[in-house]
């Protein structure tokens, strides 16, 4: 999986739009839309309510002046049709019926601009009028700040006179009725998403499947480092890869190879463990390589199971993928998740590789189809949004590739702007990077760039392997990455800053000869146990081995007990991959046990 798109070096940065206001990205702040309109509030219509869908008014082709407003109503829901006349008083908004800015957000998030109550003057829909209320209205729609968004038919004109009024502060929201929402009796509540760092203080879940494994392969091992570090890894945490749909389900509880197994297996101990899952599934996935494709395609699928990747007219838009993703894969993993939500801690990893694919690798057509860029988008976006719903007290990061993939400025600008556009920045705590790579940890830098251009070339934070800085690339190791990777999230999204966790299962030392190697690296050993002991606690909330070390990356040609892998990517016979050499193994499909890598990695592990 893992492809270090060693990308090209500088490409020139697309001059951003000219505009008096940041791209959106939190609640109640005032910035601009995609097209460069000012809003207030412009993404998220619906957020957090993810089961809502965002209309229009209905009379707003009629008059878009007058009907501007955009409206949440539950999906799927024909009999709340729309009302005959809908709320056309735009000089009054609903400021309570929005989560409280502070607890929705991180804490260093900015409290909201506190907005006008809205008034609904007129509504033909009264079933869920409690009685005795009479400064009540009874709404059929659910006004949230996206109530605030200009329409959307006038758009690239600017509105003064709108953002004016919007940023007139509450006078009278004291006074005002909260109405229910008639459809959800609880909204969920808003997401903690910066709760904390959620390794702190506890224990880590460590997989008896994963532990059994180890062992058996200590059994066979040369005594010695080997051998002896094989009984340590044994008791290590890692993460669980839900990479397959009928690993999530709830109900398939009775090994711990299922979510719901291994839930139900922590749940038992005295103190649960925080269970850590990478949520790994999407349409399309892995479009850039071949070793972890996907299980949901977008369009057909190859008879060996790989998706066609096509951009036909009946894949275009994903919708059979994505349908497959949400109803088969996500709302499943809502269902265990939220069974467990407050029993067991739970860190949930947002599928690996997918937005970096779409940063870097837009000109391969597997990868910028308007099939997999929607398939990836629109996932993530409803992935997060639900399990965040199901759980607000689990903790999500996104993936942010490594800092020999995403590490150059640009691609890490057009990285945070994609994150930006999503809208999902309030559910996150952060990051995950060097997921399943191979790339070194070394040392913080007293500041950015400080190895650029050869400075510095005798201070340990200049070590660079991979020989990135040459490459006018300043992340050439993890924790560097960290920290600009946070840096470009909070200066691109108002109020956001995101944690990182880095994958040490794997780098304690990696003598690639070329860093783009991704594939069952020779010579590798595992890194840091994880800790929540950090070189940079600031930004790294914690070490952590995500990849499952000992899983393959991907097959060779021929596969261990012969016959072809139908899943072989050229890069897994490069010169760095084991099983390229005539007396190597050939190495087992991607996920699967390779006992000689666990060997190798133990022989040539870093652990403290
Ligand atoms: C239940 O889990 C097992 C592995 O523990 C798996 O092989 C099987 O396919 C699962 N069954 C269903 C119905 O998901």
Sequence with gaps: MSRAAAAAAAVALVAAVASAYPVCTARNERCAGADNRPFVKYVGCCDPW????????????????????????RANDASKETPSDQATDTSVYEAASLPPATTYASVTRKPATVTKPVQVTES???????????????????????????????????????????EEPATTAAETVVPEDPYVPEPPSPVPA???????????????????????SADTATAGAEKSNLERMSTVASAYWLDLKWKVSLNNDSTTDTAGGILKDAATRPTPPVVTFMVYDLPNRDCHAKASNGEVCCGAKKPEGNCEYLDDAASGTCDKGLAEYTNEYI?????????????????????????????????????????????YRTGITYAVKTLAAACPEATIYLDAAHGGWLGWPDNLQKFAS??????????????????ANYQPLGVKCPSSGFCLNGANPDHECCQDPCGLGAEFNPCHSELNYAVALTEAMSSAISGFEPKVVIDTGRNGQSPRSSCANWCNARGAGSGKIPTTDTAAPEVVDAYMWLKTPGESDGCTNELPGGGTCPRFDADCKSEDSIGSRSDEPRAPEAGLWFDYQIKMLAANAVLD
């Design 331 to 375: 709302d499943p993993l809502a269902v265990t998740v939220k069974e467990y939500c407050g029993k067991v801690p739970m860190v949930l990893v947002v599928e690996p590789d997918s937005l970096p694919n779409l940063v870097t690798n837009l000109d391969d057509p597997k990868c910028g189809s308007t099939a997999t860029t929607t398939a």
């Design 194 to 216: 910066n709760g904390g760092n959620p390794y702190v203080g506890r224990e880590l879940y460590v997989n008896p499947t994963f532990t059994n494994d180890i062992l058996a």
């Design 50 to 73: 993810p089961q809502y869908e965002c209309l229009s008014h209905p009379k707003a082709a009629e008059d878009p002046e007058k009907y501007w407003g955009r409206f949440c109503r």
């Design 124 to 166: 033909s829909y009264e079933a869920t009028e409690p009685e005795g209320t009479t400064t009540k209205p009874a709404v059929v729609y659910v006004p949230t700040e996206a109530l605030m968004m200009m329409p959307a038919t006038t758009a690239g004109q600017a509105y003064p006179d709108k953002v004016e009024e919007i």
């Design 418 to 435: 994609e994150i930006s556009g999503l809208g999902v920045a309030p559910f996150l705590r952060g990051f995950t990077t060097n997921v």
